[in-house]
């Protein structure tokens, strides 16, 4: 036995540095579990905050793309386990028995054992398995790609939901200035209507009205404002914020941007041709596709024999002796192989399944395509309707402040009535909401069209 230890010892350890050339050894085993990461502490409400910071705060913290992180370390996890399958396995492997003399044949002059022990490192090669390892690692390999690029899916998906919430800010933000502008214009107008009534020259009726339009304004600015507050709320979870820092439950920060309408032109065959080559979503079906092609040959591996090497060192106590240093050792080599003649047509069934899932990656591929392609054919739809309503609106407004303004002027000169004025207020109103609605409509219909055609954004993907 003392003679053996050495030896044995030193031949595991230069086996398990020759067959393991990775960080998962037999000690891995033996660590605990390791702790749950803990979340970086949230930074405080910025006084200002932009759109490009948001995007970036959305890259790290969005709840999505961490989840989409961790699908691709699964799948990365998944391809060191099946590189498993090409190299050897080593084990060691020993025991220890002791039984009662009864059990033996006496025979006169010869010692009986009546205890014997054995140890022992086996490792086991694989020569060929009919293809089944490498088609596991290409699996493996292609399932790992398709996680990467459903990881910037996630990316793109959040980005421009990060937008649009922003977006969203913005336009409520815009409302409130809108419905301020016409409380105040009211609140001006029953002022005057007023003083013309303490002069004589109008009826209490005319200051009652503006009274009831000034009453009536006020409600959708409230709306307005609470609708501002629930948007920032909306942009706060699709970032991902948490924060409860009591200095910070009441603060807003000052958000940077406006609603401005940009015109720009997309043609129609490079925006397909762009969405086709570089959608991730596509991308990720056609690696699964290709997985699916290497699972067919996974599974008639099964027609094929099995071949493997075989090697160790052993040792074990005499069986004619009862003392444990008394010791045989050495070396054993071996081949093993097997060949399933007939398995009940159990690998038969499996090639039918892989195929049929090959089949429908395949067909997946192709709904995805035409998906890609209606989507961008109505993203630029959208956008086409979206650029017009923003350039009328431009119009409108300018329009609607000149008829007011000549509304006015006529109202002092006696030539038009109060409900003219209050007529022409309202649609100054309304077309100011409808040139910041349609300036939105533009900016989200831009950010979907760019997201449909993968020129999102231009962040670097860091897995």
Same mark, same amino acid.
């Given at each position: 036995?003392?003679?053996?230890?050495?030896?044995?010892?030193?031949? $595991?350890?230069?086996?398990?540095?020759?067959?393991?050339?990775?960080?998962?050894?037999?000690?891995?085993?033996?660590? =605990?579990?390791?702790?749950?990461?803990?979340?970086?502490?949230?930074?405080?409400?910025?006084?200002?905050?932009?759109?490009?910071? +948001?995007? #970036?705060?959305?890259?790290?913290?969005?709840?999505?793309? /961490?989840?989409?992180?961790?699908?691709?370390? !699964? #799948?990365?996890?998944?391809?060191? !386990?099946?590189?498993?399958?090409?190299?050897?396995?080593?084990?060691?492997?020993?025991?220890?028995?002791?039984?009662?003399?009864?059990?033996?044949?006496?025979?006169?002059?010869?010692?009986?054992?009546?205890?014997?022990?054995?140890?022992?490192?086996?490792?086991?090669?694989?020569?060929?398995?009919?293809?089944?390892?490498?088609?596991?690692?290409?699996?493996?390999?292609?399932?790992?790609?398709?996680?990467?690029?459903?990881? #910037?899916?996630?990316?793109?998906?959040?980005?421009?939901?990060?937008?649009?919430?922003?977006?969203?800010?913005?336009?409520?933000?815009? /409302?409130?200035?809108?419905?301020?502008?016409?409380?105040?214009?009211?609140?001006?107008?029953? $002022?005057?209507?007023?003083?013309?009534?303490?002069?004589?020259?109008?009826?209490?009726?005319?200051?009652?009205?503006?009274?009831?339009?000034?009453?009536? =304004?006020?409600?959708?600015?409230?709306?307005?404002?609470?609708?501002?507050?629930?948007?920032?709320?909306?942009?706060?979870? =699709?970032?991902?914020?948490?924060?409860?820092?009591?200095?910070?439950?009441?603060?807003?920060?000052?958000?940077?941007?406006?609603?401005?309408?940009?015109?720009?032109?997309?043609?129609?065959?490079?925006?397909?041709?762009?969405?086709?080559?570089?959608?991730?979503?596509?991308?990720?079906?056609?690696?699964?596709?290709?997985? /699916?092609? +290497?699972?067919?040959?996974?599974?008639? +591996?099964?027609?094929?024999?099995?071949?493997?090497?075989?090697?160790?060192?052993? %040792?074990?106590?005499?069986?004619?002796?009862?003392?444990?240093?008394?010791?045989? $050792?050495?070396?054993?080599?071996?081949?093993?192989?097997?060949?399933?003649?007939?398995?009940?047509?159990?690998?038969? %069934?499996?090639?039918?399944?892989?195929?049929?899932?090959?089949?429908?990656?395949?067909?997946?591929?192709?709904? #995805?395509?035409?998906?890609?392609?209606?989507?961008?054919?109505?993203?630029?739809?959208?956008?086409?309707?979206?650029?017009?309503?923003?350039?009328?609106? !431009?119009?409108?407004?300018?329009?609607?402040?000149?008829?007011?303004?000549?509304?006015?002027?006529?109202?002092?000169?006696?030539?038009?009535?109060?409900?003219?004025?209050?007529?022409?207020?309202?649609?100054?109103?309304?077309?100011?909401?409808?040139?910041? !609605?349609?300036?939105?409509?533009?900016?989200?219909?831009?950010?979907?069209?760019?997201?449909?055609?993968?020129?999102?954004?231009?962040?670097?993907?860091?897995?």
């Amino acid at each position: 036995m003392n003679r053996i230890t050495p030896c044995f010892l030193l031949l $595991a350890a230069s086996v398990s540095a020759a067959v393991l050339p990775f960080s998962l050894t037999p000690v891995e085993g033996m660590k =605990a579990e390791p702790a749950p990461p803990v979340a970086a502490p949230a930074p405080q409400v910025p006084d200002v905050l932009t759109l490009d910071q +948001s995007l #970036q705060y959305a890259l790290e913290h969005s709840y999505a793309i /961490r989840q989409a992180r961790q699908r691709l370390r !699964e #799948q990365e996890g998944l391809v060191v !386990e099946v590189k498993a399958a090409l190299l050897p396995k080593a084990t060691v492997v020993g025991g220890y028995s002791r039984y009662d003399e009864g059990l033996n044949d006496k025979l006169k002059g010869q010692i009986q054992s009546y205890q014997g022990w054995q140890v022992g490192l086996k490792v086991r090669q694989v020569l060929y398995n009919g293809g089944f390892a490498f088609a596991a690692l290409d699996v493996a390999r292609a399932t790992r790609a398709a996680a990467l690029l459903d990881l #910037q899916a996630t990316i793109d998906a959040v980005l421009l939901d990060v937008r649009v919430k922003y977006a969203d800010v913005l336009l409520n933000r815009a /409302r409130i200035g809108v419905q301020e502008q016409n409380v105040s214009l009211l609140e001006e107008q029953l $002022a005057t209507t007023r003083n013309r009534f303490e002069a004589g020259s109008v009826s209490q009726f005319e200051v009652l009205r503006s009274e009831v339009a000034l009453a009536n =304004a006020k409600p959708a600015l409230i709306r307005a404002r609470n609708a501002f507050r629930n948007s920032i709320e909306y942009l706060r979870a =699709a970032l991902g914020y948490q924060n409860e820092l009591p200095s910070d439950m009441k603060k807003t920060p000052e958000f940077s941007g406006e609603l401005v309408f940009n015109p720009v032109a997309y043609e129609l065959e490079p925006a397909l041709a762009a969405a086709k080559a570089k959608r991730p979503e596509l991308q990720r079906l056609q690696q699964l596709a290709k997985a /699916r092609e +290497s699972g067919v040959v996974n599974a008639r +591996s099964g027609y094929k024999p099995e071949l493997y090497l075989t090697g160790g060192y052993e %040792g074990r106590k005499s069986t004619l002796s009862n003392s444990f240093s008394d010791t045989n $050792a050495g070396w054993i080599v071996g081949l093993e192989g097997s060949w399933a003649i007939f398995d009940g047509n159990r690998t038969r %069934g499996k090639v039918a399944q892989a195929r049929a899932q090959l089949y429908q990656a395949r067909l997946g591929v192709s709904e #995805q395509t035409l998906a890609i392609e209606v989507e961008v054919r109505r993203a630029l739809s959208s956008l086409q309707e979206a650029a017009e309503l923003a350039g009328a609106a !431009e119009k409108v407004v300018e329009q609607a402040a000149e008829a007011l303004r000549l509304s006015d002027v006529r109202y002092d000169n006696g030539a038009a009535t109060q409900l003219d004025v209050l007529e022409t207020r309202v649609a100054l109103t309304q077309a100011r909401l409808n040139r910041v !609605e349609a300036n939105y409509s533009h900016t989200v219909a831009l950010a979907t069209l760019r997201k449909a055609i993968a020129d999102a954004d231009t962040f670097q993907l860091t897995p």
